[in-house]
């Protein structure tokens, strides 16, 4: 028998175990409706068509080589631009996860941590259990925005960074301004970096977004962006990391890490260099579309006893409370599964939370919306 490690115990990716549960419903014949799935694809949402002839044109032109480690120069050149560094100070990866796992081998040691978003995307979570490190949350309040006494309370002397996720998976939350100057001047007391997750910062439907960066000044800052959703092209699998502030020290650890793993797909990243230099029409087109449903599920929820929700401003989920006799929230959720509606457990984002929050993706048509609530109503009344 090949015995696992020790180490590949503590993987777990809770939006995905849930699909394995969904496919043994659907096999039964179960009419299924997937509001767990944070890709536009599968919802009728197509990449810019720039994008795409960018894709043919890199297969035409031959990319299909190792790119530099680092990234395709002429990338990290409309990347530094986008981002306001050196061309030195960005690292093209493959997609904001690869990043995320270099920030972790690059910072994370046993025994310490970073302080992390409750609820919070649940790669921040695996890959803190990966490194050994302690798991520490701030919570969020009603509104969903980071509680910053709470924040104050969770840095510990191990402490070596707080992440900032904003807009927020899964709470679609959009801090006001007066959250990231708050996290910023605790990031500056306690001297840590700040790691921001910007990947949904042009999935904007509500209010305006500060970036952590904007706030900064002297705190340093690992900011991390790709394809996947302010362009809608997950399946490229390119994203990037780019430092700010005092961080020349990290370069080179960074760039050996791009070294170790060769590079990320050429011909996907030249679709990036598109992407940022071409038309950026799809993005109030998408967010009128955002706005549209998250005005529907908002609707739904204040109609519905035993649903609330703090209304989504940015990305593409709503994090929706639940009250009822279920012990646990995953209990709801794997209950209602029979329903044929799948949506992800609250405590996937977060083990401290309070409260009884399962995730939904607003990606779906209007009707579908309408008819997953529908047979979530029609569930609460019959418990
Ligand atoms: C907050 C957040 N960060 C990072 C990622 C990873 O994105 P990528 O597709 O670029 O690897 C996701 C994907 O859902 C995400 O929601």
């Not at 679609?172 to 910007?198: C, F, H, W």
């Not at 083990?351 to 609530?373: A, C, D, H, N, S």
Request: include cysteine; aromatic fraction near 10%.
């Amino acid at each position: 028998m090949i015995e696992p490690s020790v180490r590949s115990q503590l993987v777990s990716y809770p939006i995905r175990d849930i699909v394995q549960a969904a496919k043994k419903i659907e096999k039964k014949g179960t009419d299924m409706l997937y509001f767990n799935i944070g890709d536009p694809a599968p919802y009728g949402f197509r990449p810019p068509q720039h994008i795409l002839d960018a894709v043919k044109e890199a297969i035409d032109q031959n990319y299909s080589g190792y790119s530099p480690s680092g990234g395709d120069p002429e990338l990290k050149q409309a990347i530094a631009e986008h981002e306001n560094v050196d061309t030195e100070d960005v690292f093209v990866t493959v997609g904001l996860s690869e990043g995320i796992d270099f920030i972790y081998q690059a910072l994370m040691d046993p025994g310490r941590n970073f302080v992390l978003p409750s609820p919070s995307y649940p790669l921040y979570i695996t890959k803190q259990r990966l490194a050994y490190g302690t798991l520490e949350f701030y919570d969020t309040d009603q509104s969903l925005e980071p509680d910053i006494e709470s924040l104050r309370k969770s840095i510990t002397p191990y402490t070596k960074g707080i992440v900032v996720i904003n807009p927020n998976n899964p709470a679609g939350t959009v801090y006001s301004r007066k959250t990231i100057q708050d996290i910023v001047d605790i990031a500056g007391e306690y001297n840590l970096p700040i790691i921001a997750d910007d990947v949904y910062d042009q999935m904007v439907f509500d209010g305006e977004l500060t970036p952590v960066k904007k706030l900064s000044k002297d705190v340093p800052v690992i900011s991390g962006n790709s394809l996947s959703k302010n362009y809608l092209y997950p399946g490229a699998r390119v994203g990037y990391l780019s430092l700010h502030g005092e961080t020349e020290h990290l370069r080179d650890v960074f760039q050996r890490l791009c070294n170790q793993r060769l590079s990320a797909n050429w011909e996907m990243q030249r679709a990036y260099i598109a992407a940022l230099k071409g038309p950026h029409d799809h993005i109030k087109k998408f967010n009128a579309e955002l706005k549209e449903r998250r005005d529907l599920v908002v609707k739904k929820c204040n109609e519905i006893e035993g649903l609330s929700v703090a209304p989504p401003k940015g990305a593409f989920y709503a994090f929706i409370e639940v009250e009822g006799p279920w012990k646990t929230d995953k209990e709801f959720v794997y209950e209602l599964l029979e329903t044929g509606v799948v949506v992800v457990p609250g405590s996937g984002f977060s083990p401290t939370l309070k409260k009884k929050y399962f995730r939904m993706v607003i990606l779906p048509k209007l009707e579908q919306i309408e008819e997953g609530f529908g047979r979530i109503e029609k569930f609460l009344r019959a418990h």
